[in-house]
């Protein structure tokens, strides 16, 4: 049987945290999954169609596995990742032959654990994947792939997904959530309102986006209390298609706490296109002051990604556009970065800002400080690469004993890979009682207590955590 | 039974690691502690009057337990933290209310471990603190606070605490122990150097303290020479009253090492209330040089606390003052910023330096590698947040090898809460043996050897390091 | 018996795992070694001669050995450690005796591994060294050093090494290795490029450097296309000697790719000896850019060694000179460092590019990223004061989850003692092991791919990340 199908896989092997693991994970299978923050794609719930094939489904979306065979020397044409100038790249089967083949490479990698329980999940199959199976796997999954519970929606039922959040940015029409709202479907299926596209002003199409921003909101985005006008009018929108949750993609976790006069100076400057790289900071920085103090009044959670330094292949991003692979981490102060915000806003009761991490530097020596003083601070789950057995280890390591169980805001599988969400849910599961039971064996915990934060942290710390009630 | 209580608690679960930690911790239980570093209060040793309420013991000056309760959503006013204002704030019963119904949120802090051991040590109480046992632990403590053993004196002789170390500023008149040296109880209890209050040009009132610094000496400290002949008087009155040891708390690592010329300008423009921020770091960078000279004059340890950001939340600060909980560590350069202070008196024999980390990431890039080489350059133990079981653990896997276990400093509790003494003591001893316990397991360590380091690290290296006879 | 000696060291001491370490660990014993980075000295394996004294053997050319004894106040004239001035310093047995008697400080330190390993592997002494069997052991040692199995070449063979590269400079006449090209030699030991002598402008000597090169190679190192044409034929002549690789020594990982006209500006400040630091680091951010341009055309693998602080003591450096322990790493950025580089030449299939590290934590937070995208990037292993049980299980720990194992360098030991090449691999191979055990108890990996893996890294990742046939 493939290995990573163990039914204790991930616990500690020694006794008696063996036993312990098994006996809180037992206690903890049966509640459903929230998932509050991820990128799966609007359409397939709203028209509930099947997926395509194999490789659509778990290799050409998945920039964790196809950077992997990259790295290994492989070409993004021969795996079947589209071009922007058209040119042809390997068929499906093509490209899930070189997967198969190349599938070793993916030894002790969070990407192998969750296709192999995706593979069992979804369509029963535990063979191992490699060159002699790849064929007969993909004619098994491609032959299942218009079956009834095979549907988008069904497996969403399958996987015991209670709620699930997609990401829009500020200009997207939410066509889908429309269509939703319509099917009584919204709130299971939430929006979240990520304003990138009108807050980052390194984005090439910024000034364009701020127009269009204006005219979808009917307010003067020239003018900063227009500008802030058009994100409160646009989050009352998101909410009426169940965003609970605000979400800001930023390089760094800088924030600003400007005079009026300095922000509208900033924003002409934006708006007539003269603005350099420090003004596009500065933008962002003052930008999550602005959506704190608008959390504050209209109660929507706030999420911070910070950290990540995006396409830094240029020939990558020339050649096939964003997130597919070439982003990498950067240290990040949190500590500085979010005084201005927090000196202004940290207290108010109605804010709630959740903290995502790259750097893991910064869990034992800043966050776990920081949630463990500021009422309105959570620190995010584990994220990105470090959603990961390892991962989650150094994680709960570093942040519990300064924070508490309490001011963790439970799994999130930020994904776009739809079959991937009971697996990644799943490791965070064995993970937390794989270290509860530690600190079980060790006396640190009783056995009663580790039940209630093993529950606490799979299902009911999510929906505390993003006010879903 | 409180899980807390159990006697093998903290050690590896598996054998034969368990075996092996239990048989160390019992060579080494009846060592005294050496607490060399500290924040108790010196009335309390030289009064030794009976503490007013359980509150005021465990709760009102534990910002430990504040900030966790603060970040959980309750309010300081309802914790019973007193107000600059001056208005009233919660009792101590309805405060310690708060913090029962709320100890499940502790649930992997040390400071339940703390709470945990002092409530039985101090009280012989092993019942779980929660909503229901609130008011009957609270009057078990009350009843039991005039009682002779539960005196400050007498809570020294029941935690056989050999030596204990106060912090006092500069400009401290050392009234109390004044009165502890002419009742012979100084060298068990001993001051310690912390000249911030008038080394530190951020502090407000730092040309006043100036000022009172010369009148407390009769030196000129407008002259240079005459501010380090002030101190190096003071500290000679210091050690008239146990002094072994400086304490420092600055925000980085930063030393300088400028010609007298370019000092005296610096001096000048300090006390003209002129300096800027760069100023005030830069006569901080010059004093920790100049403390290390002194050092190498007269013997005294020097104790380096750097990388904390103080009073971040301006809101708390204006309302109820410092060391609240609003203290939060930022990445701390050893390396570059030691080199001036190192590169002139590094290698004098006397010059004794212990370096406190709240940036783990410098353990095993810088600190053991520096302390590894330099002879005035050690290792203070795992510091305030790191002060944890899994801090422990952290500190020993990244300092041991490169610095070896003689470059340690042996434990500090560094606590303003006198019964958490012996709590804090026994988490580093368990954790000690618990490590060493996993290296004899592994063949990597005799069992004679470990005998032999988890008693230096339990005792002797405390004494060794702070050069206590 | 020592217990460093235990067949069963390092590996986890609880079951299953130590069993599965066990039989990982037998699978691999009979592997080679290759040896691709290090520092031991041509002249061994050219002239084949004894070795002088014990002492010259285990302490004076070790600095992991020197430092730690300085830091617990012991004198280098003590320890035998040559002085500029000439003045004369401890004899070898007398200072082999001051390390006898501080022995015990090397207790948890990787050193005290590899010297008894080393002394029982070269000299069948299972003794522990103390002051009571330290004249006995050198005796034991001196009385063998000139037997036929204790010259260099037949040690190489004891340890089954089966390839051996040194380091020389860009300068370096390469006399040894033209004697052993001679002998047919070359290949199983094989010369490095390392031209920090003509690419760091820091070095006093730089201009006299550059116009040596230039005598050297015949070329116009005054224009840039004749400084490039330079190492172009000087990498060439050192892959007549065996060389696969470069090796860049540099403080920290900046490159940059700037246009022709700024780096001849460039390269006339440094010829006319008016560069300042900042020109010093443009520069050999521009080498490390042009040496991977070399790189695609020849082939030649690229190391960078990156991160360390030289000669941090003025003093040491004044009295003895380098690489005596007071080289202390400093933080570094990978991501940003490598941008230039990578983004001109990180495709390119020839390139191959790999990446020490004295900085953890970049482990997970860049360069593991980085090599699970870049097809030219590698990670290095485990570095310095990193190549240690504890660094390797952190190094592990924090890579392969997002670089997976394969784009892992296998081991180096890059030392200057020979004898401590076997206990370095040795020590690699069982954390190795003990890390597999670990994940195939918890069924992460089964025992086919851990056996796989565990030889890959032990032998096969080496020659094949250093294009070695």
């Known amino acids: 049987m493939n290995q990573h199908l163990h039914p204790d896989r991930l616990f500690p092997a020694a006794e008696p ?10 206690s903890i299978t049966a509640l459903p999954i929230i998932s509050p923050h991820g990128h799966t794609d609007p359409s397939w719930f709203a028209k509930n169609q099947r997926f395509s094939d194999p490789s ?24 079947g990742v589209p071009r922007k100038d058209g040119k042809p790249v390997a068929d499906p089967q093509s490209a899930w032959r070189l997967l ?21 999940f979804a369509f029963g199959i535990e063979t191992p994947l490699n060159s002699e199976t790849a064929d007969k796997i993909y004619q098994q999954i491609a032959a299942r792939l218009g079956d009834a519970d095979l549907l988008p929606l069904a497996l969403l039922d399958r996987a015991n ?18 269509t939703m709202l319509e099917r009584g479907m919204i709130g299971r299926v939430r929006t979240t309102y990520r304003p990138d596209d009108v807050t980052d002003p390194s984005r090439p199409a910024i000034v364009e986006n701020l127009h269009r921003f204006a005219a979808l909101t009917g ?5 900063w209390a227009g500008l802030i006008n058009a994100h409160r009018q646009r989050r009352q929108t998101f909410r009426q298609f169940g965003a609970v949750a605000t979400d800001h993609g930023v390089p760094n976790a800088m924030t600003a706490d ?31 002051t602005e959506m704190a103090m608008l959390s504050v009044e209209d109660g929507m959670v706030m999420q911070i990604h910070a950290g990540s330094a995006r396409n830094t292949d240029p020939l990558l991003f020339a050649e096939r556009g964003a997130d597919l692979g070439a982003d990498i981490p950067t240290a990040t102060d949190y500590g500085n970065g979010l005084r201005p915000l927090l000196g202004r806003f940290g207290n108010e009761p109605n804010l709630r800002l959740l903290m995502f991490v790259l750097d893991e530097t910064t869990y034992a020596r800043e966050l776990a400080p920081m949630a463990g003083y500021w009422p309105s601070l959570m620190i995010g789950p584990p994220w990105w690469f470090h959603d990961s057995p390892q ?41 937390v009682c794989g270290f509860l039971a530690r ?31």
Chains 1, 2, 3 share one sequence.
């Open 219 to 223: 307010e003067d985005i020239s003018s």
């Open 258 to 288: 400007l005079p009026m006069s300095e922000k509208q100076t900033l924003l002409d400057k934006i708006l007539s296109g003269q603005h350099d790289a420090a003004d596009a900071q500065l933008f962002r920085a003052q930008m999550l």
């Open 391 to 431: 991962g989650i280890r150094r994680y709960l390591d570093q942040v519990v004993e300064t924070a508490g169980f309490y001011n963790l805001a439970g799994f999130n599988d930020d994904t776009r890979a739809l079959l991937s969400i009971p697996a990644r849910h799943d490791v965070w599961r064995r993970e």
């Open 100 to 120: 198969a083949a190349n599938y070793h490479l993916f030894a002790g990698t969070p990407s192998r654990l969750w296709i192999d329980h995706s593979l069992q």
């Open 439 to 469: 600190w079980v064996a060790e006396h640190r915990l009783s056995k009663e207590a580790a039940r209630d934060i093993a529950g606490h942290l799979s299902y009911q710390a999510a929906k505390d955590a993003y006010r879903i009630s």
């Open 161 to 178: 997904v209670e709620v699930i959040a997609t990401t829009e940015f500020a200009l997207d029409p939410l066509t889908h959530h429309s």
């Open 17 to 26: 945290l063996r036993s312990i693991s098994r006996e809180l994970y037992d």
């Open 56 to 79: 659509a489904l778990f290799l050409t979306p998945d920039h964790y596995v196809l950077r992997l065979l990259r790295s290994r020397g492989l070409s993004y044409d021969d795996l």
